[in-house]
DNA sequence: GTGGTCTAGACCACC
DNA sequence: GTGGTCTAGACCACT
């Protein structure tokens, strides 16, 4: 099992790709899809299934082990590193979350609003 | 009142300075909180407050009126229009709610654990 | 009769306003629609006809009378000059000919193809 | 062979340079002479043959993209988008044409002044 | 004073 | 090298 199939690069947004990979690759860490020790696809091959450079990719890896989420051994690929910096276990739902309450904060709307509307995005069938 | 309070930039943010203002006025005027009619504040003022050069923030008025939300006679600044495209009202928050659920899910929350996440958050002192 | 009817600013034009005025006063001189000694409506109520900034008009007819298409005596208003500048008759006509032979030359288009595009254009109806 | 020698910008005109480039381009793709998948020249060397600094072109490229005429992979340069937009062909040519009858016509000429004027124009030396 | 545009040079992300 | 964006300051047309 890959985890390629989970990984989505969206070529309009305005966030750089090398950021979208990073992103989403922390976030499976964080939340526990990707377990420590696991090992990440390579370069190469990540790149060639999301159509980017090879270039861009290693970026994406190079700053998460730059963050202490990922180690690169010579040639034995990059793997989950096996202690996780404290306190990043479920906190990216929890910061999800707060960002999706600030944004609507922002925008004048009430607790409550904000709630009825997360119930309706619930209901909603999945794309 | 105006509305420079309610507009931040995250300079730190991937997503380019003229983006985040021309988003985030556009929320404003889906959302109501911004009535037809009603003056943006001028160019140069908003770049000052926000320390951007004059040409990024008329970068986002620009798109703006390209989008039909704002009308601008030249001298006469730029006001919000009085007919908005149709079906901006609350879809804004909805949009923003759906997100959440999606980025949410696509880390394998399940919906209760997606409700709680919120709970919480709301619950947290405003920033 | 007045030649307000006659003009028309297209305030979406890249065209600036005073330069709109500014030909289409010409055009009608040089077309023989104006007569020499004839009296241009007074700034301001062009001005208020066509919805601009009396400078605007002003402008206009500034250029005009630097180009010695029109006089402007103290309290006597601006009128059309006697005598007109030589060669400016009926050339408005064949320079509008020539810019259209121009634009279509440069998108490759030939002589039988220009001539077509205009017989099918003179018989649509008018709008 | 390079699509430079097909691009003029007039200094003197009131149109913006940005939209001249926009405008001759599109007109150069409606016509077909440009075609699907040909590339257009960087940025760079355009503003440099055209005398214009590279973010006036810069912004006409990203006009076209918006328009959907013109397609940019970031580093791949920029290039014809595969799918016109429909009913463009020889729409250009016809347009200009009606253009030019309206002028004429706005100026009190008849059908014969106006096939008259354009003979002449035609058998005028190409400048 | 208000928006629109240009320039010149710079940095970024991408291939 | 390729497009995207930002800045800083400038000029223009308009009200």
Redo the contacts with the bound molecule.
């Keep these: 099992m890959s985890i390629d199939p989970e990984i989505r690069i969206n070529?309009h947004s305005?966030v750089?790709?090398?950021?979208?990979v990073r992103q989403q690759i922390a976030d499976l860490i964080a939340l526990g899809t990707l377990r420590p020790d696991q090992r990440l696809p390579p370069v190469r091959q990540l790149a060639a299934d999301l159509?980017?450079?090879n270039?861009?990719v290693a970026?994406a890896y190079q700053e998460l082990e730059a963050a202490g989420l990922v180690t690169t051994g010579r040639a034995a690929g990059t793997r989950i590193a096996a202690a996780l910096p404290p306190g990043s276990r479920g906190d990216i739902l929890a910061a999800k979350a707060v960002e999706y309450v600030a944004a609507a904060r922002r925008l004048g709307a009430g607790d409550e609003e904000i709630a009825r509307a997360l119930t309706t995005a619930l209901n909603k069938p999945v794309e």
Excluded: I, K, S
């Excluded at 750089?16 to 979208?20: G, H, I």
């Design positions: 070529p305005h750089p790709p090398f950021e979208q159509g980017l450079a270039g861009t970026r």
